[in-house]
């Protein structure tokens, strides 16, 4: 699963729409004064941080519901600004399952979790080679229709388990369709449903015509 030792209880990071994936890197600001003080303590600890999506638009509520599953990340960069905010990056390591949120007296939530595999690696065989160019080719259709212009070309030299942990946490999926993407029992499953959705993307992102062929 991981080398590294990880924690049975963890501080939760409540975010809508943010993926988080083992392996992939995740920049924050962060500006509440919770979730300072949450960042501030796990980096007098462990520096580890439980990223997980609310299951419902009632983010400011300070039990609004959250999934069961989500993703720990280890801080691996960390500075303050002049203006107060906290300037992060995440580093994943292993999706989890809540098995009870803790009562504390911390401004944020914690929780007791399982771990879950990773299943982030692929055989490298035919098959998975096919699937590669399809993936590849899926995020050619729909990379250049994003606004902010994403560049391709290191995408190309990016290994499997690179490109499929990249995409799924940077495209901009519904956070319905990012869930299902850290929820995928593995790697497999995770890239069929990541060309799905970029196929999918790349469709409705082409401009409708009036025109009719005879």
Known sequence: MNDISLPKNIPLFPLTGVLLLPGGLLPLQIFEQ?????FRDALQGDSIIGMI????????????PIYRTGCTGKIT????????????????LCRFVIIEEQNNNH??????????????????DAANAAKHQRLLTAASLYLPT?????????L????????????????????????????????NVRVDLLIK??????????????????
Do not use: I
């Open 53 to 64: 999506q609310l299951s419902s638009g009632l983010q400011h509520q300070p039990k609004a």
């Open 197 to 214: 959705l970029l196929e999918h993307a790349a469709l409705e992102s082409w401009p409708s015509s009036n025109q009719t062929v005879n």
């Open 107 to 124: 401004l944020y939530r914690t929780a007791e979790v399982d771990y879950l595999p990773s299943g982030n690696t692929f055989d490298e």
């Open 146 to 154: 994003l606004e902010n212009n994403v560049q391709l070309n290191p």
């Open 34 to 38: 919770r979730y300072l003080q949450m």
């Open 156 to 187: 190309l030299e990016a290994s499997m388990s690179e490109l499929v942990t990249v995409l799924s946490m940077h495209c901009p999926f519904s956070s319905k369709e990012k869930q299902s993407l850290l929820e995928a029992k593995d790697q």
């Open 77 to 92: 960069h960390h500075e303050d600004t002049s203006d107060g905010r906290m300037l992060v990056t995440l580093h994943g």
